[in-house]
């Protein structure tokens, strides 16, 4: 069982940054692949990044790509998400997650996905 804790949200204005952090325990962190999703009030959980097992390959979703970074670092057992530029539009709970299958296109689409962290809040004033 791999448990997930999420730090690093806060409230920024827009143009800012912020840097979250998923830390990993119970589990072999390099086995699987993590990804960050988000949920905005009155929306649907949607896809934000994904990275491979061994951190040389990535996903983004069109809004966030130039702006967020995901890496990892296997042997701190973490998976960061590096948010530069941000909007309002970025505001959401932030989720990181992981899945134990190869890196895909399928690693965009939550159901995939066996661990989830609790979530933390980012909020981004205008």
């Known amino acids: 069982q791999v448990q997930l804790v999420e730090s690093g949200g806060g409230l920024v204005q827009a143009g800012e940054s912020l840097r979250l952090s998923c830390a990993a325990s119970g589990g072999t962190f390099s086995m699987y692949v993590m990804g960050w999703f988000r949920q905005a009030p009155g929306k649907e959980r949607e896809f934000v990044t994904t990275?491979?097992?061994?951190?040389?390959?990535?996903y983004y979703r069109d809004s966030v790509k130039g702006r967020f970074t995901i890496s990892r670092d296997n042997a701190k057992n973490t998976v960061y998400l590096q948010m530069n530029s941000l909007k309002p539009e970025d505001t959401a709970v932030y989720y990181c997650a992981a899945h134990r299958q190869p890196l895909s296109l399928a690693s965009r689409y939550q159901a995939g996905y066996d661990y989830w962290g609790q979530g933390t809040q980012v909020t981004v004033s205008s």
């Open positions: 990275v491979s097992r061994s951190g040389d390959h990535t």
